[in-house]
């Protein structure tokens, strides 16, 4: 991982990171997305995550690999301490360090805001497939998360039914 800088996100890095989303959008079910976004519209989220939460990046050798963002879990004064967790690598750097070092990081920095609690909400399936797997699940145990609950068949992708679950792990 000494390699691996991280930093953090800016506007400008818009059109690189939809790339890395765009694979997903189209070739998986790991986001439950199903249009790409313009990249005007990416550079958008960028924005707004960055007016209250961290937005961070990977970089190997100049290029980004990855990246991860907070954003609010519920919105009422009572959960701030809580924060939604989100992630994405580049399907080439897949098992490489990049996601650990970018939750590490993630997780940080909302601690030092006072978050406590970290969540992922995160595709899930009965069956792998060759849309979906678990590694998502299995990245974020790796990471110290627990599972909190799922969400049976309450999304469709590519003409099938996908649950999803909520992780959770104390960071504060």
Same mark, same amino acid.
């Not at 989303?21 to 079910?29: D, G, K, L, M, Q």
């Not at 009572?78 to 098992?95: F, G």
């Given at each position: 991982m000494a390699d691996i800088e991280i930093r953090t996100a800016t506007p400008f890095d818009a059109e690189e990171l939809l790339g890395i $989303?765009?694979? $997903?959008?189209?070739?998986?079910?790991v986001t439950y997305e199903i249009d790409v976004p313009s990249a005007e519209d990416f550079r958008r989220r960028i924005e707004k995550t960055l007016k209250k939460y961290p937005y961070i990046v990977a970089e190997r050798d100049g290029r980004i690999t990855g990246y991860a963002y907070a954003g609010v879990f519920k919105d009422r004064a009572? $959960?701030?301490?809580?924060?939604?967790?989100?992630?994405?690598?580049?399907?080439?750097?897949?098992?490489h360090g990049t996601g650990t070092a970018l939750y590490r990081e993630l997780e940080k920095r909302l601690a030092d805001m006072g978050v406590r609690n970290a969540y992922a909400c995160i595709a899930s399936t009965d069956k792998d497939d060759e849309y979906l797997n678990h590694d998502s699940i299995r990245f974020h145990e790796k990471q110290g998360y627990t599972l909190v609950g799922t969400f049976h068949k309450c999304a469709e992708k590519f003409g099938r039914d996908y649950d999803m679950v909520w992780m959770e792990k104390i960071i504060g």
């Open positions: $989303y765009s694979y $997903y959008i189209i070739n998986t079910a009572a $959960y701030e301490r809580s924060a939604e967790t989100s992630i994405y690598v580049d399907v080439n750097e897949k098992r």
